[in-house]
C-alpha cells in the first residue's frame, strides 16, 4: 500500500497570510503514460463531507478559489493557500489514486491564528 | 445537481450485519466507478471498496475483505454496502462518493461525496 504522510499535523495562520501543507507518498504517484501525478486535495469542513479541491496534483477543481494551489511532483507535494480566509478553517487530506487501495494521508488541522 | 443520499447506518452488535445505501441522481449513474468511504469519530479518511460502472470489477481494503460486499443497481441509480461480521473497529460514518469521469478510469480522483451514516459497532 502506498503511505501518505502530511506536514505538519496541524497549522495556524493569521488571516491573509499563506499557508502552506506538505505531502509525501511512499512511492511515487506519477503515471507514466500521461505524465500526471495522481494526486487530489481534499477539504472537510467540520460536519461536513469532504470536497475535491485540486487533482493531478495542480488542477483546480471547478468553483475553488484561486487562492488554492497545488504543486510538486512524483512523491512530494504541496497545498499552498496564498491569503488565507476565515472559510479555509478546515483539515485538509491529501489522497493518491494511482493504485489500490485508495489511501489519504492522515490530514492537516487548519486554524486560524 | 448531483446528489448522493446515504441511508441504512445504526446501532448494531460485535457480530450483527447492516446494509448501506446510497441513493444517487443529477448524472448519469452508470458511467462512473463508485466507492464508499469510511471516517471514524474524530478520525482521517479510509477507503473502503469501489465497484466498477457495470459491477464487474469490486475491490476492497484488507480490513473489510471477505466481512463487506459492494453491488449496484444501475436501473435505480442505487449503490451499496452489505456488511457482516461487525466489529468495533467498523465503527464510522460511511461516505458514498462518485469517481470523477473523463475515459471511465478507475484512477480518478473523488469529485462528489454524500453526507454519509452514522455505523455505531457497540454492544
Known amino acids: 500500500d502506498i503511505v501518505m504522510t502530511q506536514s505538519p499535523d496541524s497549522l495556524a495562520v493569521s488571516l491573509g497570510e499563506r499557508a502552506t501543507i506538505n505531502c509525501k507518498s511512499s512511492q511515487s504517484v506519477l503515471y507514466s503514460s500521461n505524465n500526471k501525478n495522481d494526486l487530489a486535495w481534499y477539504q472537510q469542513k467540520p460536519g461536513q463531507p469532504p470536497k475535491l479541491l485540486i487533482y493531478w496534483a495542480s488542477t483546480r477543481e471547478s468553483g475553488v478559489p484561486d487562492r488554492f494551489s497545488g504543486s510538486g511532483s512524483g512523491t512530494d507535494f504541496t497545498l499552498t493557500i496564498s491569503s488565507l480566509q476565515a472559510e479555509d478553517v478546515a483539515v485538509y487530506y491529501c489522497?493518491?489514486?494511482?493504485?489500490?487501495?485508495?489511501?489519504f494521508g492522515q490530514g492537516t488541522k487548519l486554524e486560524i491564528k | 445537481e448531483v446528489q448522493l443520499v446515504e441511508s441504512g447506518g445504526g446501532l448494531v452488535q460485535p457480530g450483527g450485519s447492516l446494509r448501506l445505501s446510497c441513493a444517487a441522481s443529477?448524472?448519469?449513474?452508470?458511467?462512473?466507478?463508485m466507492n464508499w468511504v469510511r471516517q471514524a469519530p474524530g478520525k482521517g479518511l479510509e477507503w473502503v471498496a469501489n465497484i466498477k460502472q457495470d459491477g464487474s470489477e469490486k475491490y476492497y481494503v484488507d480490513s473489510v475483505k471477505g466481512r463487506f460486499t459492494i453491488s449496484r443497481d444501475n436501473a435505480k441509480n442505487s449503490l451499496f454496502l452489505q456488511m457482516i461480521s461487525l466489529r468495533a473497529e467498523d465503527t464510522a460514518v460511511y461516505y458514498c462518493?462518485?469517481?470523477?469521469?473523463?475515459?471511465?478510469?478507475?484512477?480518478?480522483?473523488?469529485?462528489?461525496w454524500g453526507q454519509g451514516t452514522l455505523v455505531t459497532v457497540s454492544s
Open positions: 462518493a462518485r469517481t470523477y469521469y473523463d475515459d471511465g478510469s478507475a484512477y480518478r480522483p473523488f469529485d462528489y
Open positions: 489522497q493518491q489514486y494511482y493504485n489500490t487501495p485508495r489511501t
Open positions: 443529477g448524472f448519469t449513474f452508470s458511467n462512473h466507478w
